[in-house]
């Protein structure tokens, strides 16, 4: 399908909608979001090589006197600075009586046991051996081989986002009863946008899907972002899969052209019940060429809690959506 021509750069980063068409008068967008399309880029996406790596959260996360820790698929995971200002990490669990590290304080760059003192600096020491860590400016990654039994790579699989310097950006984390494929589905699902989320897009059309064989996977899709009333910023964006654990969405017309919204589910382990839990972790890039932006830069102290909260409210939808889908798969309910 041809995604025409470029959306036109307007000269006021706002529209009015003229003839606004009331929710329920909308286009039904269920035959278009036909169920293979989803699952063919679904599994096309978690047949990419993700290197083993995992997102755990935002870089701005982790404190300067004790550690980050997180959990990934069972595994206790800890990341922390060294002295050098260096992320180091590895397992969660004491190698001396298995104190959990996460209570633990850091020191100079130590982190130290507050069960018996045991320090830790980062490298091997006591039966504690270090993970990959990887600081991509905004994320913080961990590669764990046991657990992805993929082929390592150096590196993530990292998209293209805009100079952090040039732009604002936030960290949204999430939590939801489900599997990380069901968070890639919901990302891969662009049709829902319009009619599940109306307080924040409206006039939704997706111009480009791929095709079952497609090598390169993208949806193409012209939306509005809803401000208030009948005042909305059209954009074109694209939705692409880097690797297994990831959707990206890249604005290429409109305001914020070059913005990135970074979309990563992180397998967590099983609750209580056994059922699994995934965590979202979205970054949220965003960057304009105009004259003002300057400013937005200066005061995004006071833009990430809302940026976050935003990102926030559409995401108590979708993991329910995600939650939903998983439900069903497990019980054998999902419609084929």
């Not at 090589?49 to 935002?58: C, F, K, L, R, T």
């Not at 961990?142 to 950006?169: I, Y």
Request: proline share 10%; hydrophobic share 40%.
């Amino acid at each position: 399908m041809n995604s025409g021509p470029p959306a036109p750069r307007r000269r006021f980063p706002l529209s009015l909608r003229r003839s606004p068409v009331p929710w329920e008068h909308q286009h039904p967008t269920w035959r278009e979001a036909r169920p293979a399309v989803i699952a063919h880029a679904l599994k096309r996406a978690q047949n990419r090589p993700s290197g083993n790596w995992y997102v755990i959260g935002a870089a701005r996360d982790i404190p300067a006197d004790r550690p980050l820790a997180r959990t990934v698929a069972g595994q206790e995971i800890v990341v922390w600075r060294n002295g050098d200002g260096r992320l180091a990490a590895g397992p969660g669990i004491c190698p001396h009586l298995g104190a959990p590290l996460r209570d633990s304080p850091v020191r100079c760059g130590t982190l130290v046991c507050h069960w018996h003192g045991l320090a830790l600096n980062g490298k091997p020491f006591a039966g504690w051996e270090p993970l990959p860590v990887h600081d991509d400016g905004l994320l913080v990654w961990v590669r764990l081989d046991t657990v992805g039994g993929e082929p390592p790579l150096d590196t993530p699989v990292l998209p293209v986002r805009p100079s952090l310097a040039d732009a604002v950006s936030a960290v949204y984390s999430g939590l939801g009863t489900c599997e990380p494929e069901d968070i890639i589905a919901n990302r891969l699902d662009p049709w829902h946008g319009a009619w599940f989320h109306p307080y924040s897009f409206v006039d939704l059309t997706v111009l480009d899907t791929p095709g079952k064989d497609a090598a390169e996977d993208s949806f193409t899709v012209d939306v509005s972002f809803k401000l208030t009333g009948r005042l909305v910023v059209p954009v074109r964006a694209v939705f692409t899969a880097p690797d297994s654990r990831t959707v990206v969405m890249h604005i290429t017309e409109g305001e914020g052209q070059g913005s990135v919204v970074e979309t990563h589910a992180t397998p967590l382990g099983p609750d209580e019940r056994g059922r699994p839990r995934t965590a979202v972790i979205e970054a949220i890039v965003a960057t304009s060429g105009r004259r003002g932006f300057a400013a937005a830069r200066s005061a995004a102290p006071l833009m990430r809690p809302l940026m976050r909260a935003a990102a926030g409210r559409l995401w108590r939808d979708d993991l329910a959506y995600a939650e939903r889908r998983w439900q069903l798969r497990s019980t054998g309910r999902f419609p084929a």
